[in-house]
């Protein structure tokens, strides 16, 4: 790690915060070459669905290796690159299932979000793109112009980018200041008024782009009406729908696509971290009408990645054959359960949340006053106490949201109710440690 130090550049996120050097991995546990043991809520930002190693993934890329399968083709088409894009197409949300034109992108979920609003201002002729408070689409800079966060555009220019900015609905800190269930509500009234206003700044966009479930905003779930709400405003308008489901794809957060739990079909879906099965893999999926390109018009070197091909088809036929989405739901539930205990028994615990197996509680300042709405400001110090204390306790996780004070689970696919169990007690431990602290921000 003081060699990675003096190494690697001073944009390293994780490895700053996380002292773990992983040796080995299986299932939902990491083994460092210290031989301590960890329970793996970070699953790779949710990159492995079923876990470290799962079996059948390891047995399907020895036996591609051995029978001397091409390991890079560009988009040129292989068995393996044929038998994932079929899988992939099978699962595929409402009317695109079977029926979508896909497109491989560069190995990362960013180049997927590029592609797709490149797509959306070739198919619309028009240039401008709603997104909302508090996204995370990906560091490029077409990626960092439709995020959220302030750092996001202090990293460089994303004047390239015409975008327009609404509140997403936040519950716990409603952005209207009413709570009670109204954020959604006041969300779809505002999109719908400003997207109509000829003085609302906003003009006819060509997309609109968005997370069911905000995650490094803070595991910030959309309600279905909401999403409702939204499918609906974008189609009467012409405006394409573009959701980034690279981190609640794949079973995340009960359905295999959390759109699909609203009933809602977007016009482009964009994919990554789980679809590769633990490997490079981004691609986005859309409706054939839109299917506009030139040859070359969207191109990256490392599309024709064989391996996650494999580990993709694999990882999408298990989360199938096994229910692994409803599983998600279950020990999702399970968790749930425990930090409402946990809030309840910890004041600087203000609000747990989430879907299935992608899951929040934020932490705040117990000694502050209540807003308006009954929250708390954040407390990233005490946060990152708690991540620390989790990493003593043998927990893995991490923070994101508002101050970076959510601390958030995304555990695998695959965890057991003892593990989940197992989870609970190692972040009850660290709750306690933290406990002992007392004043604002301790």
């Known amino acids: 790690m003081e060699r990675q130090a003096a190494r690697e550049s001073a944009a390293r996120t994780y490895a700053r915060h996380l002292p773990v050097a992983p040796s080995h991995a299986e299932g939902a546990v990491i083994t460092g070459v210290d031989g301590r043991r960890y329970l793996d809520c970070l699953s790779g930002a949710g990159t492995l669905a079923l876990g470290h190693n799962h079996q059948a993934v390891v047995a399907a890329l020895r036996a591609t290796l051995d029978r001397g399968a091409p390991l890079h083709t560009l988009d040129m088409i292989t068995p393996e690159k044929d038998a994932f894009t079929s899988e992939l197409l099978g699962v595929l949300p409402g009317d695109l299932r079977n029926a979508a034109r896909v497109h491989f992108c560069g190995p990362s979920g960013a180049d997927a979000v590029e592609a797709a609003l490149k797509l959306a201002r070739l ?31 202090t990293v460089g220019t994303t004047d390239g980018v015409a975008v327009s900015r609404l509140p997403f609905p936040y519950e716990y800190r409603c952005p209207f200041g009413v709570g009670s269930g109204l954020s959604g509500r006041l969300s779809a009234q505002l999109t719908e008024n400003l997207l109509d206003d000829p003085y609302g700044g906003v003009g006819h966009p060509a997309a609109m782009i968005l997370e069911v479930v905000q995650g490094e905003g803070g595991v910030i779930p959309a309600d279905d009406d909401w999403l409702r709400a939204m499918r609906r405003i974008t189609e009467a308008r012409g405006i394409l729908l573009v959701i980034d489901e690279v981190q609640t794809g794949v079973g995340r957060t009960g359905g295999f696509w959390a759109c699909e739990q609203a009933g809602v079909t977007p016009d482009v879906l964009v994919m990554s971290k789980a679809i590769g099965g633990g490997l490079p893999l981004a691609v986005i999926g859309y409706r054939p009408d839109l299917d506009v390109w030139s040859a070359g018009d969207h191109t990256g070197t490392f599309r024709g990645n064989t391996l996650a091909m494999v580990a993709g088809q694999v990882t999408l036929r298990t989360v199938v054959e096994e229910e692994l989405p409803q599983r998600a739901t279950r020990m999702g539930e399970r968790l749930r359960a425990g930090l409402d205990e946990l809030v309840a028994a910890h004041p600087f615990l203000g609000d747990a949340r989430g879907r299935g197996l992608m899951l929040g509680v934020e932490v705040v300042d117990p000694h502050a006053e209540l807003d308006r709405v009954g929250a708390r400001p954040a407390d990233p110090v005490r946060a990152r106490a708690l991540r620390a204390a989790c990493l003593d306790a043998g927990l893995i996780v991490e923070l994101g949201g508002r101050r970076d004070a959510v601390l958030r689970l995304l555990p695998p696919l695959v965890i057991t109710e003892r593990e989940c169990d197992q989870v609970l007690e190692r972040l009850g431990d660290a709750c306690a440690s933290c406990s002992t602290s007392s004043g604002p921000g301790a």
Do not use: Q
């Not at 995370?136 to 750092?151: E, I, P, Q």
């Open 123 to 153: 198919a619309t002729g028009r240039r401008g793109v709603v997104a909302f408070s508090g996204a995370y689409h990906g560091m490029t800079m077409g990626a960092t112009a439709v995020s959220g966060g302030d750092r996001m555009r």
